[in-house]
């Protein structure tokens, strides 16, 4: 079974809003598809002519933004016969982002972010339990069940994007599918729950079917609740994790005075 549908992969490649930092708006929007897994590693993107015309940018300013991609370790360009810009990802350097973005972010900056993250994909999720079809909700059960079964933090968190992404793109909504990888290019960049404790993998899988089964069901209020519940303990999991790093890094500071 395919795992994208035509939905989530079309909105990589939607073209971008009118915008003075046309440039940085492609790195984001590629960033956001490489670490949500939507372009998959070591996979070619696009010539520089078509994704251009794709975005509705320039060449110069998607050679500007492929600069930057290259800089931060995420495309790589090859010269000659079958060369082109392709996809690369290091778990490695993932997680060295992620404790770092999370250091940078405040109690409130994550509650924020929770609170935007559950109100697009509430939506969706009711949305979903109105218009996806049964092909729609079967991808999004094989989804789950890979989440279930991924081996890395790096699989694990990346099943879990594309899950959000497929739940918009199920609501027959390109917009709120392209909110959704926005905001996981945020999220994508916080540690993952169950690389510090893996008993949470099986309540993130659980909250997940439970969701698909009210869509199943047809109960749009169902679908949106727990899909808030969730999203509000995820919050609250990160908020923990931050504070738990500003008590060891103070007990850091200590031993050394």
């Keep these: 079974m395919q795992l994208l549908s035509g939905d989530a992969r079309r909105a990589v490649f939607a073209p971008l809003d009118d915008g003075a930092l046309r440039s940085e708006a492609v790195v984001r929007r590629v ?7 939507l372009l998959a590693d070591g996979e070619q993107l696009p010539t520089e ?14 050679r500007e933004a492929l600069a930057e991609l290259r800089k931060l370790g995420l495309v790589e360009t090859r010269r000659g016969r079958g060369g082109g810009s392709f996809v690369r990802s290091q778990e490695d350097v993932l997680a060295e982002l992620a404790d770092a973005r999370l250091a940078e972010l405040g109690t409130t900056d994550l509650r924020e972010l929770g609170d935007v993250h559950s109100a697009a994909a509430a939506a969706a999720a009711r949305l979903a339990a109105s218009r996806a079809s049964r092909t729609e909700i079967a991808r999004l059960r094989d989804i789950v069940d890979r989440l279930a079964s991924a081996g890395s933090v790096t699989g694990q968190r ?8 497929e739940l918009a793109a199920s609501a027959q909504s390109v917009r709120l599918t ?17 690389a510090h404790a893996p008993g949470l993998l099986d309540v993130i899988v659980a909250g997940h079917r439970a969701v698909i089964d009210a ?8 679908a949106r609740a727990l899909t808030e519940s969730h999203i509000e303990t995820r ?11 500003l008590d060891e890094l103070a007990a850091l500071q200590r031993e050394v005075s």
Excluded: K
Aim: without cysteine; glycine residues 6%.
């Design 235 to 245: 919050t609250l999991w990160a908020i923990e994790l931050r504070l738990q790093r």
């Design 31 to 37: 960033g956001s598809a490489i670490a949500l897994g």
């Design 158 to 165: 990346r099943t879990d994007g594309r899950y959000y992404i």
């Design 178 to 194: 392209m909110q959704e990888m926005d905001l996981h290019l945020e999220l994508g960049q916080l540690p993952w729950p169950p």
């Design 215 to 222: 869509i199943e069901d047809r109960d749009a209020a169902r």
């Design 49 to 62: 002519t078509d994704l251009a015309t794709m975005l509705n940018v320039s060449t110069v300013t998607l």
